[in-house]
């Protein structure tokens, strides 16, 4: 069985920087895609970015140059560097995993994101 056990979460006001991580277990491995989506409120979940096994990553254009996805695999966690945080960033924020074993999608449960002065 696998989990996603999302961390890192708060309230932070524009301009600041917060650190999400994500800490897989079960079968997910380092080759695995892992990534992060949001869902803000009245809106659809989209993809914030993602890492691959191979380390290839990808942004949405709206957080290329503030965000930094990166993973640690000994760990087997993902992590989200946001910096220069606005309010449009508010969001649930959603770790995601793909599993090559069993060619299942993956879920946290969100942490909640609020940029607010």
């Known amino acids: 069985q696998v989990q996603l056990v999302e961390s890192g979460g708060g309230l932070v006001q524009p301009g600041g920087s917060l650190r999400l991580s994500c800490a897989a277990s079960?079968?997910?491995?380092?080759?695995?895609?892992m990534g992060w989506y949001r869902q803000a409120p009245g809106k659809q979940r989209e993809l914030v970015a993602y890492?691959?096994?191979?380390?290839?990553?990808r942004y949405a254009d709206s957080v290329k140059g503030r965000f930094t996805i990166s993973r640690d695999n000994a760990k087997n966690t993902v992590y989200l560097q946001m910096i220069s945080l606005k309010p449009e960033d508010t969001a649930v924020y959603y770790c995601?995993?793909?599993?090559?074993?069993?060619?299942?999608?993956?879920w946290g449960q969100g942490t909640q994101v609020t940029v607010s002065s």
């Open positions: 995601n995993a793909f599993s090559h074993s069993d060619l299942t999608n993956y």
């Open positions: 890492v691959t096994g191979g380390g290839s990553t």
């Open positions: 079960g079968s997910i491995s380092s080759t695995d895609a």
